[in-house]
């Protein structure tokens, strides 16, 4: 379970990955929920991204129904629920998105194109001061595939399913009546506490 929210958080930095330069489109440029195969460190499961483009809200639904994360990029700030429990999890963007600072140092390089899940997307290389590989990116900036390594760990997720279209604006609020829980010391992509 560990490796696999791992992988997902790995997921979840990747729409941070380049706006700048000679570099993809990442954010969506229109609504769109994509479904993926994600394999890292011996296991698989399927996840399912929906992305509301106009707030720049994604909303990851983690493997097996277990819960979800919504990463609110407008506004840098996050949260975790946990479904069996009921509970709600802050998890600030810095935390969420933590490899967000390698990829705004990562070199880019233009590879060719590739057809998944029945969508064209072009291949980008990508190098960062602790991660690297290359991910395929439609033209309105969804990524169909990724792969590659972040501190130390190898992942590679690849879209099954692309639907466009409108996402129901609740799937991305906070859910009411769940309690709050702290975030655990030792998630993965989680700092140390500033001292008091």
Known sequence: ?????????????????AQAQDRPQIFPTRDVAVTYRVAGQGQQAELTMQWQAATRMMRMNM????GYM???HQN??????????RTIMDVPMAQAAGMQRDFEN????????????GTDCTV???????QSGEACITADGVMLRAQGQAEGQQGR????RVAYGTQDPAQFQRPQG?????????MPGQRPAAPR
């Open 63 to 66: 493997p097996g129904g277990v």
């Open 76 to 85: 840098q700030r996050g949260f975790m629920v946990m479904e069996a429990m």
């Open 178 to 186: 769940y309690q709050s829980m702290q975030m655990p010391q030792g």
């Open 70 to 72: 919504v990463a609110d």
């Open 106 to 117: 990562a070199r880019f390089t233009r590879g060719g194109t590739e057809k998944i899940a």
């Open 124 to 130: 980008w290389r990508y190098q960062g001061p602790s």
């Open 157 to 160: 997720m690849e879209a099954v």
């Open 1 to 17: 379970m560990r490796t696999m929210l791992a992988a997902a958080l790995f997921a979840a930095a990747l729409p941070v990955v």
